[in-house]
């Protein structure tokens, strides 16, 4: 399940690079976006 969340995130934005800077690097940021969410949900929970 954690794969395709990865895969969605790196996807979608790979696909607003394509249109603004680039698709690697569109691809890069959804996959940092992905991992900061679901480190502050973790953050939470720990708390």
């Given amino acids: 399940m954690m794969g395709t969340r ?3 995130f790196a996807l979608v ?3 607003i690079g394509f249109f603004l ?3 690697m690097v569109g691809a890069l ?3 940092l ?3 900061s969410i679901q480190l502050e949900e973790f953050l ?3 708390k």
Avoid: H, L
């Fill in 13 to 15: 934005g790979g696909g």
């Fill in 44 to 46: 939470k929970q720990r």
């Fill in 33 to 35: 976006m992905y991992i």
């Fill in 29 to 31: 940021v959804g996959t």
């Fill in 6 to 8: 990865v895969m969605t």
């Fill in 21 to 23: 800077d680039g698709v």
